[in-house]
């Protein structure tokens, strides 16, 4: 019962960082129906941020958050502006071969500046744990949790609080009708973009100290992020945050009792399961 209680905690807490990079995910698809297929090379940029800003400055990799996600969501705005709105209009398969695109220029040139050599970030804590009864659970993963949660839970305030996240929220719903009332869905779509790439940005900074970084390793990540969306709903927020939970906690409950090369099988197993029985997802909405 202990290893079923450690491995579903966790889960819960890798699943965290997950549901951090799907939200940002499902916000590109709600406010703009496009699916970007950069999002885990978006996660690779803010590992490879942290880790220069670790060795460079000694900044621990959970404070240098809060360098990492404006400065990949000004990357994300950038490549919006300049790349991502000039395909709005265009069909579906053009927008993600050029994500895809985008996804193949970032990790090469990362190739390229930092060659393919695996690079690990170590601190203090990356091997620490924390005791609850006969329970340990990784220091590095509840700080990832914790941050991940209070990460979600500004982003969930701006959306329902502020007037900037009525009018992502309303060019989420309708986008002909929001641009009636006034919104400008354009600056709504550069926004939302910089959004969702400053949060991928986000969960690559917490997740540098317990994953090895290489310049392919957002492909891991997007796969994820695309299963997480889907399980969860497209566009739902709050389908995003519950898909990351449970595709985390069955990779961890999977791992203790089957071992770690049937986790990612039993992943794809449950996603198909899912779509099988709820195509539309878990929570079934396309909308904020």
């Excluded at 491995?7 to 916000?27: E, F």
């Excluded at 240098?64 to 400065?71: D, G, N, Q, R």
């Excluded at 209070?150 to 986008?175: E, M, P």
């Excluded at 945050?241 to 099988?265: F, H, M, N, P, R």
């Amino acid at each position: 019962m202990a290893v079923l209680i450690q491995s579903i905690l966790s889960g819960v807490l890798i699943g965290g960082v997950y549901a951090l990079i799907g939200i940002g995910l499902t916000l590109i698809f709600g406010v703009m129906r496009v699916i970007n297929f950069a999002q885990g090379e978006l996660v690779m940029v803010g590992m490879y941020l942290t880790f220069f800003l670790f060795k460079g400055f000694g900044l621990d990799p959970f404070l240098s958050v809060v360098i990492t996600l404006p400065a990949v969501f000004l990357l994300g705005a950038l490549l919006q502006r300049t790349l991502i709105n000039r395909v709005l209009d265009a069909l579906p398969q053009n927008q993600i071969l050029l994500t895809i695109g985008i996804g193949l220029v970032l990790s090469n040139l990362a190739q390229l500046l930092f060659t393919s050599d695996y690079k690990l970030l170590s601190t203090t804590y990356s091997s620490s744990s924390v005791a609850i009864g006969s329970i340990r659970l990784s220091t590095p993963l509840l700080y990832c949790f914790l941050i991940t949660a209070s990460i979600t839970a500004a982003l969930y305030w701006f959306l329902v609080k502020t007037d900037i996240g009525h009018a992502i929220r309303a060019t989420a719903q309708d986008r002909d009708a929001a641009q009636l009332m006034g919104v400008n869905v354009r600056n709504m779509g550069v926004l939302s973009f910089g959004l969702g790439a400053g949060l991928a940005g986000a969960a690559g900074a917490l997740v540098a100290p317990t994953y090895y970084i290489y310049p392919q390793v957002g492909a891991a990540f997007t796969l994820k992020a695309f299963v997480v969306v889907v399980l969860g709903g497209m566009g739902s927020i709050i389908g995003a945050t519950l898909g990351g939970v449970l595709i985390g906690t069955a990779e961890s409950v999977s791992a203790a009792y089957l071992g770690s090369g049937w986790k990612d099988v039993c992943v794809y197993v449950i996603f198909l399961g899912v779509l099988l029985l709820k195509p539309s997802g878990l929570l079934g909405k396309s909308r904020m």
